[in-house]
């Protein structure tokens, strides 16, 4: 489900398995919010970046998953360009790009949905870079 929009995760972790059976997965996804989620108790994350980013997305998702805060908090640090770009231009467009500059392309998104221009594309590419 979608991260909560207030950013209160342990406050709707809280809410949720007060109302669910024991057992219940909850997970999130919104890929900047993996540390935050997983930190809080989250049972899982669906994250898009890990498709094309699965060692350092795993090694994100263990820290937090292991509660090891720093470590997580620092790994986060390392993608907040990329986690800027999926907020600014969605991660779907994003994740084209990605695609593309790590040799899986060319691609591009269907039509209507239009590609990233020249200097976004470089943006995306600084971002994977600090990776």
Known sequence: MPLPAD???PAELARLRARVPDGFTIGYSGD???AD???AGADAFYS???GLLPAPMLKLARAAQAGDTAEARRLDDGFQPLW???KEFGSFRVMHVMAD???FGPLEPPRPILPLDAAARQRVALALRGL
């Open 48 to 50: 898009v970046a890990a």
């Open 7 to 9: 950013g209160n995760i």
């Open 32 to 34: 900047w919010g993996v």
């Open 84 to 86: 800027k770009l999926f």
């Open 37 to 39: 989620a997983l930190l």
């Open 101 to 103: 500059l790590l040799g």
